[in-house]
Every structure is written in C-alpha cells, then in structure tokens.
C-alpha cells in the first residue's frame, strides 16, 4: 500500500521535476572529398529545468556502424610466427567515442553504464565466433582500435560554457568506415539516466570518390579495364616523349 | 597535401605515393624488371592494406612494362609465338592464382604465405644472381672471357608437342614454357608481381633463349598477365583503387626512363649484382619480420576477412 502510493507520487511528480536536455550537433552529414583528412563535430546542448549542478553528469557518445572483427593470435611454428587461433566478433561498432564530464565510472554503477554501451569496457558483442575463451581477444580487440584512433574515452572533455548550457568537440578521424553513425546525448542523475537523445549523423562520399567506388562495385570489368587502360596509356605516352632521337 | 583512396578508404599523402612509384620505376628501368617485388612490400609498409597493394601494384607493373616493351618492338626483338605459349599457361595459372588469393584471404594465412613465397623466390634467385655477377665480375677484371654454358637440356628434348620458335631459334615442346607461364600467372596474382625476375632467368636458363629477344618478350608476356590479373582482381576481390594506380604509374613511367638511360651505362654484370643486393635485402627484411618476435601477438581485421 505504501510502495503503491509512493509509485503514484513519483508518478506525478516526474513531469513537473524532471530535468531535460536539448541538444545538436554541428553537421548531420560528413562528405568525404580527395582532400578529406578527418574533420571535427561539435555536440552541444541545453540542460531544461535544471536542478542543482551536483551529482549531474553529461556523457555524449557518437558509435558507428556495426562492423565485423577478427582477432588473431599469432604463435611461433617451426622459428615462424604464424596465425593460429583467432576470435570473431559480430555487433561491435566500427568506431566509438565517448566524452564525459566525469571519468564514467565515477559517473554510474557498471550495470547501468552496460545497459545503455556506455564506456569500451561494457560494449558487449551480438555474437562471439571463437572455439576457446574469448576475452584475450576482446582486450587484443579493443587495444587496436583504441591504438587506431578508432576507439576513444575522453573523460572531462564536456565544456560548459554556462551551469546549463555544454558542448565538445568530437574528432572524426580519415579512416572511419562510411555509414550511419549515432550521436547519443545522456544526462545522468545521480547515477541515473534522467534523459537521452539520441541524432543520426551520416558520413559518405562524395562527388567523384563516390563515383568511382560505386563503379568499382557496380561495374567492376569496367572498371578494371579501364585501370589497365589507364596504365598502358601513360606507359605508351611515356614512351613516346622520351623515344630517343634516332 | 593528402589525397583519398576511394577503394582503400585511407587518405595518403600523395606526394609520397609518386616518389614512391618514381623509385620504384626507376630501379625496374635500370634493372629491367618489373618492379612489384618492391613495390608490393613498399605499399604495405606505407599502411595500404595488403590486398589493395598486391592488385594495384599490378597496373604500375603493367605500364613500366608497356613502355618497356613499346622500345623492344620497335627493334623487333620480341617473340610472339613464344609469348603466345607463354601466356596460355600463364591464364590458367592467374585464375588458379585469384582462387588461391581469395581462399588464403578467408583462412587468413593470406600475409604468411606472401611473405614466405616472398622470401623463398626472392633469396633463391637473389643468391644465385650474386654468386653469377661476382664472378663475371671477377672474370672480367682478370681478362678472361667466360666460355658460354654448355647447352644441356637432355630432358626438355624428350618432352613431346614441339614447336618451332625462329625468332628464339629454338625447336622444343611448349610444355616448360607453358608450365613456366602458368608459375608466373599464379605468383602474379598472389604476390602482386609482373615476374620479371623468374621469368628472364627461367628463359635464359631452362629455355636457353637468345638474350636479345627474352627481354621484349617477358614484358610482352608481363603486361598481358597483370592487365588480366588487374581485371580479375578488380571483379573478384575489389581490390584495385585507381586513385592509388594512377599516382604509382605517373611516378613509375617518368622513373622507368630515367633509369633506363642510367643503365644503358653501366655493365651488364654490376647491374646484376645491384639487383642481386636490392633483391637480397627485401628478402633479409621479410625474413626478420617472420622471424622476429612482433610487437603484438594479436591483430585485428576488420570487416570482412
């Protein structure tokens, strides 16, 4: 009868209370030209109806699309290090970056930072290919992508300009896959999430890199064929301007 | 000053991937190879992955070799028949080579079997080329003149389907030169290679052809097989970026010439034994890096393997 009661309170009392977050980013699409050699976003957001500053926290993580990984080890056979065992893991996003205004596990307890993929260490793959135990390769796993730049955790980076108004700056490397990425905004109170939004940012090429990965795809003979014309073109070119006078 | 790969997905600077193709281009004019056995590595060591850098190599071999073999022609000094022999195995052996290429991709033992196949070609052949050149060398310097090798192929004479070659003056079976195409075809698309550097020996070696006319027809027989490879790659693997050939190939025509007028001055013997160094220090290097302990047992692929 009590706890019914206390539901009912909390109930009508999250409407009224309850902080919210607004938030944006810079560019909802990354166009990947001839000169493209990584670019920044920036996150920024408003806190509505804010409580007190303390025991408040922003986390903002852009995931990228999922992306199939293998890890091998290598062993030495017959004085050769060859690849042996390897682990493949499904699910796992291509690129992950994570700011923070606190370091996260100061932030949350593990459950709720695995509930929501917040923090490297919590991302949990959809499906594990490996005949003996996988977690070497998942440390090996995370190791390289966070020596790739593709996976980052950048604690303390959150700028607030004012108590309620925040933004940061985001890195998107050269290297990342094309794809739809996610930019995730949460709000913890307390250890808990109040509130999250979550916006879609597309990075692709364009103009004629995507012409011509399209048609290597697409039209992959003609393509070919037109590398091998290319070469002996400028081979038969070269040739000629520096043919020696006879 | 970067330019992005539309097939890697990787942004390089692309001075650097001239120079590259400039130096690469200038020791096959000089040398008279076709320059993949350097160039395959080279990529791979600038971070390109190395499927793109085995099947975009080819398009740089294709287009030294082109220029090379357009000067040969126009001193008639390329056998046709002999080539045409040549690259019937040759085919065969480049499809065989794609279908081992992408098998080895999915079992990933795909680096392994380059690097060994790397290191045994290239040491074998290496060696041999030293121990030839220093004592012509030697020879030289001493005033005597080498007597030519005795013509022993008691074994290529039994072999049945003979055909006459005239421009090589030769009467043999098409046999050795069709299993010497198909080696060549299949190691093309594995390593990324024209095989210039197992052809000529192979020819001048097992076939005893005349040293005038194995050039023009090496190259004949190189520039069909990595223009076929390069398709094949192209259509099977995905792997050819042609932003990346196009740079390699700008480089690699412009240094082909040059070094091509730097080796019309230098004797015959210290041009092999400077490929002979070049071939044994690539060699030296792929070795250490089996051997060695790597800095991290692990690695990652992404993607599909």
Redesign the interface.
């Given at each position: 009868m009590r706890r019914a009661l206390l539901a009912v309170l909390l109930l009508l009392s999250v409407p009224v209370r309850a902080e919210d977050l607004v938030s944006g980013i810079s560019q909802d699409i990354i166009q990947?030209?001839?000169?493209?050699?990584?670019t920044d976003i920036v996150v920024f957001g408003a806190i509505e109806r804010a409580d007190k500053a303390r025991g408040r926290d922003i986390v903002v993580v852009v995931r990228g699309p999922d992306?199939?990984?293998?890890?091998?080890?290598?062993?030495r056979f017959a004085?050769?290090?060859?690849?042996s065992d390897?682990a493949r893991f499904e699910g796992l996003p291509?690129y992950y970056y994570l700011a923070s205004s606190e370091p996260v596990d100061l932030i949350a307890p593990p459950r709720a930072l695995a509930n929501y993929g917040i923090g490297m260490r919590y991302l949990i793959p959809s499906q594990i290919g490996s005949h003996h135990d996988a977690r070497?390769?998942k440390d090996?796993?995370l190791?390289?992508?966070k020596e790739r730049g593709l996976y980052t955790e950048a604690p303390g980076t959150i700028d607030f300009l004012s108590e309620t108004l925040f933004r940061t700056r985001i890195p998107v490397p050269?290297?990342v896959?094309?794809g739809q990425y996610n930019v995730e905004v949460y709000l913890f109170r307390d250890g808990e999430v109040v509130s999250a939004q979550s916006t879609p940012l597309f990075i692709d090429?364009t103009g004629i890199?995507?012409r011509?990965?399209n048609l290597?795809?697409n039209a992959?003979?003609f393509?070919?064929?037109?590398?091998?014309f290319?070469?002996?073109l400028?081979?038969?070119?070269?040739?000629v301007?520096?043919r020696r006078p006879a | 000053m970067e330019i992005y790969l539309p097939v890697a997905e990787m942004s390089v600077p692309w001075i650097v991937m001239i120079a590259l193709g400039l130096l690469v281009g200038f020791l096959s004019g000089m040398f008279g190879v076709g320059g993949g056995f350097l160039m395959t590595p080279l990529l791979v060591f600038c971070g390109i992955p190395s499927t793109v850098a085995v099947a975009t190599t080819l398009s740089h071999v294709t287009a030294s070799s082109m220029s090379g073999a357009l000067a040969q022609w126009r001193k008639r000094a390329i056998d046709f028949p002999m080539a045409g022999v040549m690259l019937a195995g040759g085919l065969v052996g480049t499809l065989f080579g794609v279908w081992l290429f992408a098998l080895m991709r999915r079992q990933g033992q795909m680096d392994l079997i380059v690097a060994l196949t790397y290191v045994i070609m290239l040491g074998s052949i290496g060696i041999i080329m030293l121990r030839e050149s220093l004592a012509s060398l030697q020879a030289w310097r001493s005033g005597v003149t080498l007597s030519s090798r005795t013509v022993n192929r008691g074994w290529i004479q039994a072999l049945p389907f003979k055909m006459r070659f005239r421009q090589s003056r030769l009467y043999i079976s098409i046999i050795p030169p069709m299993a010497i195409g198909f080696v060549v075809g299949a190691l093309s698309a594995i390593m990324g290679i024209g095989g210039g550097f197992i052809v000529v020996p192979a020819m001048i070696y097992i076939l005893r052809m005349p040293t005038n006319v194995v050039m023009g027809t090496s190259l004949l027989q190189i520039i069909v097989i990595t223009a076929v490879t390069t398709v094949l790659q192209a259509t099977s693997n995905y792997a050819v970026d042609i932003v990346l050939a196009l740079l390699l190939v700008a480089g690699g025509v412009v240094g082909a010439q040059l070094g091509v007028r730097v080796g019309a001055k230098m004797r015959g013997e210290q041009l092999r034994l400077g490929l002979a160094i070049v071939v044994l220090v690539v060699a030296a290097v792929l070795l250490w890096r089996l051997v060695a302990r790597p800095a991290d047992v692990y690695s990652l692929t992404l993607g599909q393997p």
């Open positions: 990947i030209t001839s000169n493209y050699t990584g992306t199939p990984m293998t890890v091998r080890r290598r062993d004085g050769v290090w060859v690849n390897s291509g070497p390769f090996a796993a190791r390289h992508l050269a290297d896959a094309r090429q890199e995507r011509l990965f290597a795809h992959p003979l393509y070919g064929l037109a590398c091998v290319m070469a002996m400028l081979g038969w070119i070269s040739s301007l520096f | -």
